[in-house]
C-alpha cells in the first residue's frame, strides 16, 4: 500500500479514486510546522548559528502528524503531493522531516487540475522536492518572523498597534497616501457647456471641443456664459469620418485579475472570491464523479497550455463556427511575474457553466461562468466596431459628436465588458454642411471630486503593479488589515482607521523601508531569485537582519509614546490612573499599572425591576443578561438566592382544565400547576400575570 499525502482533505475522495485500490490518500490540512517562539527574542532563529531556523509542530496538528507517521511506517511509498506554489513545497519538505524521508529521492507529485488526467501524468513523472524553492520559502518565513516580531512588539508598546509587517505595512501604506491625497484635496471649479441637437428626430449630447480661442476647459462662470452667448440656433458639420477599429478580447485571468473582476461583476471580496475558486479547484460533484472544475487559483500567468489550446478551438469551431475562431494571443508578461503556473483556466471545455450549475452553490456557478467564459473569449476573435465621427461648429464653438456600431460580436458572444460607449444598431447619414437644429443649451457649475478610495480589487492591482507580495498573500493580507482594525471595509470600499493612520505615519517616520513599495518589491525579487540560485540565503538574511537590527535598536530609544486616555478615576486597588484600552472584544478600563496591577473596571449596569417579587425568597425580581447578551429574570438577591424565572411557552390547555376564572387579571384562567413544593392553581397567563392560589386538599374517600 502506498501513501499519498496532499494538502487538503476535500481532494483525498477524488485522488484516491484516480489513484485505485493500491493507495491510501491523507491530507496535511496545510502546514504542519512553523517556527518556534524560544531563543534570541522569541524568533525561534539562531541568529548567531548562520540563521538556523527552530521548528515544532503546530499544536492542532500533532494528531495529524501522528496519524500520518503510523501509515508511512507500514506504507509501502510515501508520496507528496501537495499545492504547486511555494508553500506547497515547503509543506512537502517539512512533511519529508517529521516522516523521515529521504528528499534526495522521494516522490513529489505536481499537478494543476484535479482530473484523471492530471494525476495519472504527474504519476507517471515525478520530481522531487525542490529544495531552492523551499529555501525561498523558509527565507521568506525567517524575514517576516523577525520585522513581525520585532516591529509588532515596539508598536504594541509605544502606539498600541496590534502588529506590523512586511507586507501588511507596504500594502497598507497605499492605503495611506491614498486617504492623506483625499485630505488634502481642494476641489476646484469648472463649468460644463451642455448642448443637444436633433438628428432625424431624435436628440443626441454634443461633447464640447473648443471655443473660438482653442480653450478647451471651461474654468468660470464668465467664461461659460460668453461660449453659450456664442452659440447660434445651428450647428454645421465641418467633417465626416468613418473609420474600423477591432478589439481584441483580454487574457485568461490571473489571482489579481480575477479577483478585480469578481469584485467589479459580482461583488465579491477578494477573500471571498479566493475561497470560492479553491473549491471549485478542489472540486465538486459532478454526474457521480468528484472533479476538479479549474486550474490552480494562484498564479501570475496568462500562459494556456497547448493540450487546453487544442481542445478549446476545437470547442469554438464546433459550438461558434470557424469565423470565431482566433489564435492564443502573447500577452506581455510584467516584470514581476514569474509564470510557474498556467493561467486559471475551466479544466473541461465541454463542462459548461449551464452543464454543472444543478451541483454549484449561486456563488460557485457566477464565479465558473466569470473564468469559463473569460478563458473562452481569450481564445477568439476581437469584437469589430465601425465608428462614425462627425465635428460640428456653431459660433465659433466646437463639438464632437461620436457613433459606434458593432459589425462583428466576436469574443462578446461569451464574454461581454463593461462598456461605457453606446452602441447603436445603424448609423446615420450625415454629411458636410449639414446644419442640425440645436435643440437645448445650458451651462451647469461643477466642481473636481476628490480621488476615490480603493477598493479591495484596486489594492490588489497596486499590490502586483508595484511588487507588494504575491498572488497567494493577497487576500490574507486585505483580511490581515482588516483584523488589526487598521481597515475597515464598507460595501467594498476600504477606509483608514485612525489607528491605521497612526501605525502608517509612525513606520513611514521610523521605518521607511518597510513600508516602501521599492523596498519591498526588491525584497521579493531577491527572494524569488534563490529558488533561482542567483542569490544566496544566508547573504540576503544577513545583510537584512544587520542593517535592520541597528535601526530597530536606535529607534526604540527615541520612539515616542503614545499617551493613553485617561478616565480621571483612580484604580481602587493600587491608586493608579486608570485607561481606556482595547481588548479583543472591545474597549475597557484598565489599570495603568499593568501587569503590576490587573484590575479591570466592571460596569455595572442598573438594574430594571419588574415589579414582581421573588417566590423564594420574596425580593425584588429584575432584569439581567447572560454572556451572549439575552436577558431573563431572576432574583436580585443573587448571588444568595439563584432563582431564575424559566419562560415556559404558553401551552394550549383545554377548557376542563380550568378551574376558575382569575381573579386579579380577569382575562386568563386558574389551572392546576406542579411547583417547587407541590400542585397549586396558576393563572394561564403567567408571566404577564403571577396570580397563585392554594389548592384545597381533599380527604381521602
Known sequence: MKLVIVESPTKCETIKRYLGEDYIVKASYGHIRDLATRGKGGLGIDIDNNFTPAYIINKDKKKVVYELQSIAKNAEEVILATDPDREGEAIAWHLAQVLDLDVATNKRLEFHEITRDSINAALKTPRTIDLDLVASQETRRMLDRIIGFKLSSLLNKKIHSKSAGRVQSATLKLAYDQELDIDKFV???????????????????????????????????????????????KAVVTSVSESKKTVDSKPPFTTSTLQQEAFSKLKFKTDKTQRVAQSLYEGIQVDGEHVGLITYMRTDSTRLADTFVKRANAY????????????????????????????????????????????????????????????????????????????????????????????????????????????????????????????????EQKFTTPPSRYSEAKIVKLMEEVGIGRPSTYASTISTLKKRKYVTEEKGILYVTDQGKKTAHVLE???????????????????????????????????????????????????????????????PKCGAPLIYKEGKNGQFIGCSNYPTCKYVHKEKKELVLTGELCPECGKPLVEREDAKGRKFIACSGYPKCKYIVKEEKPKEVSADKFVKKCPECETGQLIKKRGKYGYFLGCTNYPTCNHMEKLQKRGRK
Open 187 to 233: 476641489p476646484e471649479e469648472y463649468w460644463k457647456l451642455n448642448c443637444k441637437v436633433l438628428l432625424n428626430g431624435k436628440e443626441y449630447d454634443l461633447s464640447f471641443v473648443s471655443d473660438e480661442a482653442g480653450n478647451k476647459e471651461i474654468s468660470n462662470k464668465e467664461a461659460a456664459e460668453h461660449i453659450l452667448s456664442l452659440l447660434k440656433d
Open 316 to 443: 469554438i469551431l464546433e459550438t461558434y463556427g470557424k469565423e470565431y475562431l482566433g489564435k492564443p494571443k502573447a500577452f506581455k508578461a510584467t516584470e514581476m511575474t514569474q509564470d510557474a503556473h498556467e493561467a486559471i483556466r475551466p479544466t473541461s471545455n465541454h463542462r459548461t457553466p449551464e452543464q454543472v450549475r444543478k451541483y454549484l452553490s449561486p456563488e460557485q456557478y457566477s464565479l465558473y461562468k466569470l473564468i469559463y467564459n473569460r478563458t473562452l473569449a481569450s481564445l477568439m476573435k476581437g469584437k469589430v466596431e465601425e465608428v462614425l465621427s462627425v465635428s460640428l461648429t456653431s459660433g465659433g464653438v466646437n463639438f464632437k459628436l461620436d457613433f459606434t456600431k458593432t459589425l462583428f460580436d466576436g469574443f462578446e458572444i461569451v464574454y461581454k465588458d463593461e462598456d461605457e460607449v453606446k452602441h447603436y444598431k445603424n448609423l446615420p447619414s450625415i454629411n458636410v454642411n449639414d446644419e442640425l437644429t440645436i435643440s437645448s443649451k445650458n451651462i
Open 509 to 571: 517616520k521610523y521605518f521607511p523601508n518597510i513600508v516602501n513599495a521599492k523596498y519591498t518589491a526588491d525584497m521579493e525579487n531577491k527572494l524569488d531569485s534563490i529558488s533561482e540560485r542567483n542569490n544566496s540565503s544566508l547573504e540576503i538574511l544577513e545583510n537584512f537582519y544587520n542593517e535592520f537590527i541597528d535601526q530597530f535598536n536606535k529607534v526604540a530609544k527615541v520612539m515616542y509614546v503614545d499617551e493613553p486616555v485617561y478616565t480621571g478615576e483612580k484604580c
